[in-house]
Nanobody
Framework: QVQLVESGGGSVQPGGSLRLSCAAS????????MGWFRQTPGKGREGVAS????????VYSDLVKGRFTISHDKASNSLYLQMYSLEPEDSAMYYC????????????????????WGRGTQVTVSS
């Protein structure tokens, strides 16, 4: 099974930026969709953004639209999340995930649809 490993988390001030990376241990060609989720203590995982590596189509949560950008690099089998204008409400554990089926605008953010998960990287936004 392809393993996913996140990196790039850290502590930043409000308004700051971070770039998260997710390295896959093998070929991501079998994944129809890859995504980023986040979770805070006591809450369920919420979808942040997804991308279909095959055609590059993306979907974003309304909470991050215009501030975050998801991308995929086929050559390195890596997924990225560029985050700008970070807010304290963005503080969470961020997880990389992948699934065999493509994501669609009306069906992309259900964690149960994803088959592969990383262990997460912590993002903390505070002054």
């Amino acid at each position: 099974q392809v393993q996913l490993v996140e990196s790039g988390g850290g502590s930043v001030q409000p308004g700051g930026s971070l770039r998260l990376s997710c390295a896959a241990s093998g070929n991501t060609d079998d994944f129809g969709c890859m995504g980023w989720f986040r979770q805070t203590p006591g809450k369920g995982r919420e979808g942040v953004a997804s991308i279909n590596p095959g055609d590059g189509s993306t979907v974003y949560s309304d909470l991050v639209k215009g501030r975050f950008t998801i991308s995929h690099d086929k050559a390195s089998n890596s997924l990225y999340l560029q985050m700008y204008s970070l807010e304290p409400e963005d503080s969470a554990m961020y997880y990389c995930a992948a699934r065999p089926n493509i994501c669609r605008r009306y069906r992309w953010a259900a964690p149960t649809d994803y088959t592969n998960w990383g262990r997460g990287t912590q993002v903390t936004v505070s002054s």
